[in-house]
């Protein structure tokens, strides 16, 4: 049991949501978590939260509803409240234990009025299967749980617009004319979710301007790999074909980083949370869990980011890895964004790069993939002269790509034109 992380689920009464919450994690996540439930107040089992989890197999009969107080000498790793007034009142508890709030409606009160069983019991059902999804993604969604990824966040309280930039590669023309067109847009937060630097080159002067104008800065995988001066890409491709052509590109990006460039890209977050006016977004490269995990629209799991959101309390999550820009609005209202890449087209026969602007100055939070244009025709003139090959040039001047398409999952681009102004 030692190796277990203890975790206690908080709320007022230990009546419901607290003790669902406690069924789910020693149903699912039993080798993962030493799990407990407890309240500020004890309410009782609630029989309704009994039945509901009974239905999906899962017993909760036997608990009891326990007081926090009695469980304050516990060293528990992570202590989740599940409801507003428990993260109100929780108690400080001693050690090393980490607070995090993952709200849920109260099902006895959403069911106060109803006229029948069905009625009553909805609200639990639906309660019930909201904490199964966070349940199922916990292990790896939990602060400081995401696999060695370092972690930051930025505070942009009164930004109500973002614009969100990734996959660079070192195209610095097309990074700076989509800079240009978020501010135009109406940008007053600029992040960049990884890869300054790749194929075209141009490293040093990418990272300069990024220190210069972006208010949040991410490492992707070619950045960690650069920082150690590996001459590997760490992309992660499925075909050994696109990872070797992959690792081509990044090594050119490497002859023009010096050991203080490195040595700052080493310190760069692979994750933030990043709070603005509208609410919190959660920022990566490939997915809160992995640098390079590639987040593809054709192979999109609507519960899996559902967790990821609800555990961070987070509006939206964007990522960028893929290149492949899209939108998801999911059925709680939440986001799910791919911002695509700035440094390279997306593979439609288009040569302009995309980026994604949201906008919370309205009553929901929108996302918007922006197209932007630029000399692309110059640049690879540039390119050719200073050596890049032609298979990282000639996507530029056609907009289709040469390298990462024996990876691409079957019907990514049909399900890219279903999802991307969703």
Same mark, same amino acid.
């Given at each position: 049991?030692?190796d277990k992380l203890k975790i206690l689920f908080?709320?007022?009464?230990?009546?419901?949501?607290?003790?669902?919450?406690?069924?789910?994690?020693?149903?699912?996540?039993?080798?993962?978590?030493?799990?407990?439930?407890?309240?500020?107040?004890?309410?009782?089992?609630?029989?309704?939260?009994v039945s509901v989890m009974a239905e999906v197999?899962?017993?909760?009969?036997?608990?009891?509803?326990?007081?926090?107080?009695?469980?304050?000498?516990?060293?528990?790793?992570?202590?989740?409240?599940?409801?507003?007034?428990?993260?109100?009142?929780?108690?400080?508890?001693?050690?090393?234990?980490?607070?995090?709030?993952?709200?849920?409606?109260?099902?006895?009160?959403?069911?106060?009025?109803?006229?029948?069983?069905?009625?009553?019991?909805?609200?639990?059902?639906?309660?019930?299967?909201?904490?199964?999804?966070?349940?199922?993604?916990?292990?790896?969604?939990?602060?400081?749980?995401?696999?060695?990824?370092?972690?930051?966040?930025?505070?942009?309280?009164?930004?109500?617009?973002?614009?969100?930039?990734?996959?660079?590669?070192?195209?610095?023309p097309a990074l700076k004319a989509c800079v240009?067109?978020?501010?135009?847009?109406?940008?007053?937060?600029?992040?960049?979710?990884?890869?300054?630097?790749?194929?075209?080159?141009?490293?040093?002067?990418?990272?300069?301007?990024?220190?210069?104008?972006?208010?949040?800065?991410?490492?992707?995988?070619?950045?960690?790999?650069?920082?150690?001066?590996?001459?590997?890409?760490?992309?992660?491709?499925?075909?050994?074909?696109?990872?070797?052509?992959?690792?081509?590109?990044?090594?050119?990006?490497?002859?023009?980083?010096?050991?203080?460039?490195?040595? &700052? !890209?080493?310190? =760069?977050? $692979? /994750?933030? +949370?990043?709070?603005? *006016? %509208?609410?919190?977004?959660?920022?990566?490269?490939?997915?809160?869990?992995?640098?390079?995990?590639?987040?593809?629209?054709?192979?999109?799991?609507?519960?899996?980011?559902?967790?990821?959101?609800?555990?961070?309390?987070?509006?939206?999550?964007?990522?960028?890895?893929?290149?492949?820009?899209?939108?998801?609005?999911?059925?709680?209202?939440?986001?799910?964004?791919?911002?695509?890449?700035?440094?390279?087209?997306?593979?439609?026969?288009?040569?302009?790069?995309?980026?994604?602007?949201?906008?919370?100055?309205?009553?929901?939070?929108?996302?918007?993939?922006?197209?932007?244009?630029?000399?692309?025709?110059?640049?690879?003139?540039?390119?050719?002269?200073?050596?890049?090959?032609?298979?990282?040039?000639?996507?530029?001047?056609?907009?289709? &790509? !040469?390298?990462? =398409?024996? $990876? /691409?999952? +079957?019907?990514?681009? *049909? %399900?890219?034109?279903?999802?991307?102004?969703?």
């Amino acid at each position: 049991m030692d190796d277990k992380l203890k975790i206690l689920f908080l709320c007022t009464g230990n009546s419901c949501r607290s003790q669902m919450a406690e069924g789910w994690a020693r149903h699912l996540k039993s080798d993962v978590f030493e799990s407990y439930s407890a309240g500020v107040e004890t309410h009782g089992l609630n029989p309704n939260a009994v039945s509901v989890m009974a239905e999906v197999g899962v017993d909760i009969s036997t608990h009891q509803s326990k007081l926090v107080d009695d469980l304050l000498s516990v060293p528990f790793d992570y202590v989740v409240t599940v409801c507003g007034h428990a993260h109100e009142s929780c108690p400080r508890f001693p050690g090393k234990a980490k607070v995090v709030h993952v709200g849920f409606d109260d099902p006895p009160k959403l069911a106060a009025n109803a006229k029948t069983e069905e009625e009553r019991l909805a609200p639990y059902r639906r309660v019930r299967d909201e904490i199964r999804e966070v349940i199922a993604v916990l292990d790896e969604a939990l602060p400081g749980r995401t696999a060695g990824l370092s972690e930051r966040r930025f505070g942009c309280s009164k930004a109500n617009c973002v614009a969100l930039l990734g996959c660079a590669y070192g195209n610095l023309p097309a990074l700076k004319a989509c800079v240009e067109d978020a501010r135009e847009a109406g940008a007053d937060v600029l992040a960049f979710l990884g890869d300054a630097v790749g194929a075209f080159g141009h490293s040093a002067e990418t990272l300069a301007f990024l220190r210069e104008r972006f208010d949040c800065i991410l490492a992707g995988n070619h950045d960690l790999e650069a920082a150690k001066g590996s001459e590997v890409c760490g992309c992660g491709y499925a075909s050994p074909e696109d990872e070797r052509a992959s690792c081509l590109g990044h090594q050119h990006a490497l002859k023009s980083l010096d050991s203080s460039d490195r040595l &700052w !890209l080493s310190e =760069l977050p $692979s /994750l933030s +949370e990043l709070d603005t *006016a %509208a609410g919190r977004l959660l920022l990566c490269h490939g997915s809160p869990v992995q640098v390079n995990e590639f987040l593809y629209a054709s192979r999109f799991d609507e519960k899996r980011w559902r967790g990821w959101l609800k555990t961070r309390d987070a509006i939206a999550l964007a990522c960028s890895h893929t290149g492949l820009p899209w939108v998801k609005r999911l059925a709680d209202g939440r986001l799910a964004v791919n911002c695509g890449a700035a440094g390279r087209p997306d593979h439609d026969g288009d040569p302009a790069v995309h980026y994604a602007l949201l906008d919370g100055s309205g009553p929901e939070l929108t996302a918007e993939i922006r197209r932007v244009t630029y000399d692309h025709e110059s640049w690879v003139t540039q390119l050719k002269e200073e050596g890049v090959e032609s298979t990282f040039t000639e996507t530029l001047l056609t907009g289709k &790509w !040469l390298t990462g =398409l024996k $990876s /691409l999952p +079957e019907g990514e681009p *049909a %399900a890219l034109e279903r999802c991307r102004h969703s």
